[in-house]
């Protein structure tokens, strides 16, 4: 078995035993984005040299002692929209193509800190909007079950790299699904964790009160390893918070799931879900029952208010974080401008793509006066009603289960010539956003044209705890996280 196929926890154990170093498992990934990345273009930067760089100075601090994590040594790809010092970070833009961070993120640095090594930036949806990665300045990922198909986003590259296996292990961001839809188009893990269980200082904003960053693996074990890295208070983040502390082993060796309460909302499964991924999920449900829970349904009739809340939020919020980039701070800058209206004007006019076009005109359109009260306000009063529901629901439940997404990875270009077919597949994901809640997606099936199946788990408030054991139970139970696509 290549370095690059093992867990990340795999790849940490033979670091520690001293059966391979940090160098060998970070040139066994730059062998694997050689050979294999030209097909799936998952990474949007990758610099060779600075890669073993950093995988020296992370073998010297195993050596030293300094690296006391059990993820020591483990290469891991990094979203573009998280600034790495002296590495490229172009949130996939034109007019960030020669943005070099002066400064870690707060993420960056813990995983330094713990050993691990910074293994390029992976591919995304432009600024994080989008749903398939192929809004990217560099061109659309690919889906390595099919490469027709597309990996999901904006944390495409992330999931395709880890489902190619030319990441270990990597780290994204969720603002209405990020993390999740890619993992169940690319059949991975992923993680959103609870707002504020992880710093955002460092990641590039699209919508502040929806971003999060979390990690993405080839199991529940991997993520929960990974999120203990990166969780915690951060003082440059006034919105972190302290995440309730676990221990990896009980995560482990959580086997059933005896005296748990599971939800499924009863509205996740009306009309537009394919029957396959419908089918599937329920079967899950089963699989968690046989592990001991009681799996009850529960009515969530706000799921049809989630798409407009979240767009009119995210919007509002995105319009506002994107006004920097202005071609005269940093970034492109139109060599057409002859004033400064131009200078503005046509630097952001070249300098975005379509879909971040749209989405900053739809947030100013729902900010500007006239309709403040009508889109804006109306969005934040639906936000509370959906936080109330989840509470209602967390009364009486430990977690909630439901499908990822409406249907397996579209075909490329689907999304694009049916844009609201697109944002209409973020029904089961922004409400977790909306509600700052943490939710496990991994893998639970395959369609009949041999696509990964998602399901993800719910859960209360900053107790990823709960459903990352729960995650790891049903994968002890099933085989679906284990399945690799035909990389030949």
Known sequence: MEIYEMTALETAEKIKSKEISAVEAAESVIKSVKEKDEIYNCYSHFDEELILENARSAQKLIDGGNADSMLAGVPVAVKDNICTKGEITSCASKILYNFNPPYDASVIKKLKSAGMTVCGKVNMDEFAMGSTTETSFYGA???????????????????????????????????????????????????????????RYGLIAYASSLDQIGPIGKNAVDVAAMFSVICGKDEKDATSINSNPFSLEDIKNTKELKGKKICIPSDYFGKGIDFEVAESVKKAADTLKSLGA????????????????????????????????????????????????DVYFKSRSEGFGMEVKKRIMLGNFVLSSGYFDAYYNKALKAKGLIVK????????????????????????????????????????????????????????????????????????PFDEKTILSAGSAYQSATDFHLKKPDLN
């Open 141 to 199: 990922t690919k889906n390595p079950w099919n490469i027709e198909r597309v990996p999901g986003g904006s944390s495409g590259g992330a999931a395709a790299s880890v489902a190619a296996c030319e990441s270990i292990i990597a780290l994204g961001s969720d603002t209405g699904g990020s993390i999740r839809q890619p993992c169940s188009f690319c059949g991975v893990t992923g993680l959103k964790p609870t707002y504020g269980a992880v710093s």
């Open 294 to 341: 009681v799996v009850e349904e529960f009515s969530m009739p706000l799921v049809k208010y989630a798409i407009p809340t979240y767009y009119i939020i995210a919007c509002a919020e995105a319009c506002s974080n994107l006004s920097r980039f202005d071609g005269i701070k940093y970034g492109y800058k139109s060599p057409q401008a002859s004033s400064l209206r």
């Open 389 to 460: 529901s989840f509470n209602e629901a967390f009364e009486k439940y430990d977690f909630l289960l439901g499908p990822v997404t409406p249907s397996t990875a579209l075909k490329i270009g689907e999304g694009l010539s049916d844009p609201l077919a697109m944002y209409l597949g973020d029904i089961y994901t922004v409400m977790i956003n909306i509600a700052g809640l943490p939710s496990l997606a991994l893998p639970c099936g395959f369609s009949s044209d041999n696509m990964p199946i998602g399901m993800q788990l719910i859960g209360k």
